[in-house]
């Protein structure tokens, strides 16, 4: 194959702050239930703050839920290079958002024949993080609600850096890349599963077309137990 695939995560929503890293639901410091939502003027209610990245960007979920898709067929690219074809390193095969941790997770494949160094600091972890791209139809302020379409329309709480950070609506994907140093500092990488490839002739004699969808959506624990089933259903040479 010519291609290396894995799975990574893209970014997580601002809701994501009520789940913990275990998947179950999160706790103040107190001990209290997390809880959080956004207004229909998009105001934080809760007793805890949303989810930001390190740029201070905050992606509602329901946004989230509308824009994964799009990523579909982007290119996956090397530091946000996505103006010409120089930058790209590969595409983006699949996406979902995924419920239970309140993030989105894509699917990529990455040119290992024109690229072979990258794909082995992917393979081996020595570049484990991603950062997408996106174009923003407006961003909102989180302290005072000032709505800004560019630059000239921020507020000062955006600008002096004051704010919790700026809630993003209407998303509009343009490409996710490999980086050193993630805005999403959970921005890492799932699973190489290069290995599941070669048994895309088994999936798809069992009745699965989109072998690339499915693969996408393993955690590491069924990509694990599903490779270990495969080896011994169909030989591991």
Request: glycine share 8%.
């Amino acid at each position: 194959d010519d291609f290396l695939y894995f799975s990574i995560v893209f970014l997580k929503s601002a809701e994501s702050v009520l789940v913990g890293k275990d998947g179950l639901p999160a706790k103040t410091a107190s001990g209290e239930p997390a809880w959080g939502f956004f207004d229909e003027n998009w105001k934080w209610q809760g007793n805890v703050l949303p989810h930001k990245n390190n740029n201070g960007d905050i992606f509602p979920e329901s946004e989230l839920k509308k824009a994964a898709s799009k990523w579909v067929g982007m290119p996956l690219c090397r530091d946000h290079e996505s103006s010409s074809v120089e930058g790209v390193r590969g595409i983006i095969l699949d996406t979902h958002y995924d419920e239970k941790y309140k993030q989105v997770v894509g699917l990529c494949a990455l040119d290992k024949v024109n690229y072979p160094t990258l794909a082995r600091k992917v393979e081996t972890g020595i570049i484990r993080y991603g950062s997408m791209g996106t174009a923003v139809e407006r961003s909102i302020c989180s302290t005072c609600g000032n709505i800004a379409k560019v630059a000239t329309d921020y507020c000062e709480h955006v600008t002096m850096r004051t704010a919790h950070g700026e809630i993003n609506v209407g998303l509009n994907p343009i490409e996710y890349s490999l980086v050193v140093t993630p805005a999403e500092p959970e921005a890492v990488l799932l699973k190489c599963i290069a290995s599941l490839k070669k048994y895309e002739d088994d999936f798809q004699s069992a009745g699965i077309k989109n072998v690339d969808g499915v693969l996408g959506k393993l955690n590491i624990k069924q990509a694990e137990h599903l490779e270990k089933i495969m080896k011994t259903a169909c030989g591991s040479d």
